[in-house]
């Protein structure tokens, strides 16, 4: 690996199948990949930004999809194992707000076999940053601790970090387990990018708004939290006082599954191509909004030309 890589997602990519409507009197499915850390990865590339997509693969007919869209999608596969176990698989059903009901098969996937063994120097020396999430760290204990790995790896050598928690209650023993593996990670993260109010799990006292979730996280000393709630858009503080970013309106709402996925890739992405924080929140707001307004979830990420054009008649 030769190229140097912009941002190195860490995580699962699973099968999805989507249908409009309620899976139990679905006729029809459509096929696509996504993953949260791989939808942001794919957002990343969709805007012009070189990504890396670790994860390991199974030997079934999704694992070569996966590997395949990879490739159609510039992305680096940076998987160094394959293993026996199946591909991960979910269903997801879509309502007429665009939001999704989900049914998981993820237990024992070959992405849940990734360990701190897969996570080498030459791999993260190669990177300029290193993104996971907390579905990463939740799927499994060796995944657990590669990411760990990574993250401390990348502080080493100097390269920026950036988390999603993404809490998912069925994921975890319970929230304290969250809570005590999230700290653990924390000393790591240069960006963190939770949402409200999903991401108070990982908090026993109460989080009765966007700013409590920002005063949280940073009470761990992340330097960096941007909270994104939907239609509120997002609550940053990054040295200094809390500010309130709004979304960006679109007219028709289709799928707001990776919305938040979506946001984290347009942020990162004009953070490693130098820009200001003002133009990263924006990009961000802009490639999640243009996200909602398509159908698939990795598949309905944005273009650069298109988020660049809308950024363009946002008045300054």
């Given amino acids: 690996m030769s190229n140097l890589i912009d941002i190195l997602s860490i995580g699962e990519a699973m099968a999805e199948l989507s ?3 309620a899976l139990q009197t679905a006729e029809s499915f459509v096929l696509d990949y996504a ?11 969709r805007l012009g930004s070189q990504a890396g997509f670790l994860t390991c693969h199974g030997q079934d007919a999704f694992a070569q999809g996966l590997r395949q869209r990879l490739k159609s999608e510039g992305i680096v596969d940076a998987g160094c194992r394959i293993t026996s176990d199946p591909t991960g698989l979910y269903f997801v059903s879509i309502d007429e707000a665009g939001e999704g ?3 998981y098969y993820r237990q024992n ?8 063994d897969d996570i080498t120097v030459e791999l993260i020396q190669n990177c300029k940053l290193v993104y996971s999430s907390g579905i990463s760290m939740a799927i499994s204990k060796s995944c657990r601790k590669a990411v760990s790995k990574a993250f401390q790896m990348a502080r080493d050598f100097g390269s920026t970090t950036a988390f999603d928690p993404n809490y998912r209650v069925k994921l975890w023993d319970s929230s304290e387990t969250a809570h005590s593996c999230f700290k653990e990670i924390a000393p790591y993260i240069d960006f963190c990018f939770p ?13 009765l708004s966007p700013e409590d979730l920002v005063i949280g996280f940073q009470s761990l000393d992340i330097p960096n939290v941007l909270v994104k709630a939907a239609s509120q858009g997002v609550y940053v503080n990054c040295d200094g006082p809390i500010k309130h970013y709004p979304a960006y309106a679109v007219e028709h709402v289709i799928n707001t599954t990776g919305a938040g996925d979506a946001f984290n890739g347009g942020f990162l992405h004009g953070l490693t191509q130098g820009k200001s924080m003002e133009a990263c929140i924006q990009l961000g707001l802009v490639t999640a909004a243009l996200k909602t307004t398509q159908a698939g979830t990795a598949s309905g990420m944005p273009c650069k030309d298109t988020v660049y054009k809308t950024l363009s008649l946002i008045p300054t």
Avoid: M, R
């Fill in 19 to 21: 249908t409009q409507g």
């Fill in 35 to 45: 993953g949260d850390t791989f939808n942001t990865a794919v957002a990343v590339a």
């Fill in 101 to 103: 009901q989900f049914t």
């Fill in 109 to 116: 996937s070959a992405a849940s076999k990734l360990s701190e």
């Fill in 195 to 207: 949402s409200y109010p999903l991401d108070a799990h990982y908090f026993s006292q109460p989080i």
